[in-house]
């Protein structure tokens, strides 16, 4: 079965894009987002990736 990575509309705090990570690789949501905001203190263009994500990933056709 194929799968696809679209943010999340039914878990999303920003734009879904953590939410949609979540439910591709099915995993909590909130690992996903502790590990983003990690990326963001450690390497500092988290959030300038965030909102390129954000961008790129389309919105989920199902919700």
Same mark, same amino acid.
């Given at each position: 079965?194929i799968?696809? +990575?679209?943010?999340?509309n039914?878990?999303?705090m920003?734009a879904g894009? =953590?939410?949609g990570i979540a439910? #591709?690789f099915?995993?909590d949501?909130? +690992?996903?987002?502790?590990?983003w905001?990690a990326?963001c203190?450690?390497g =500092?263009?988290g959030i300038?990736? #965030?909102?390129?994500?954000?961008?790129?990933?389309?919105?989920?056709p199902e919700?």
């Amino acid at each position: 079965m194929i799968r696809y +990575l679209y943010k999340s509309n039914a878990d999303k705090m920003v734009a879904g894009v =953590c939410g949609g990570i979540a439910e #591709y690789f099915e995993v909590d949501p909130t +690992l996903v987002r502790l590990g983003w905001v990690a990326f963001c203190v450690i390497g =500092c263009s988290g959030i300038l990736v #965030y909102i390129v994500a954000a961008l790129l990933i389309p919105q989920n056709p199902e919700n």
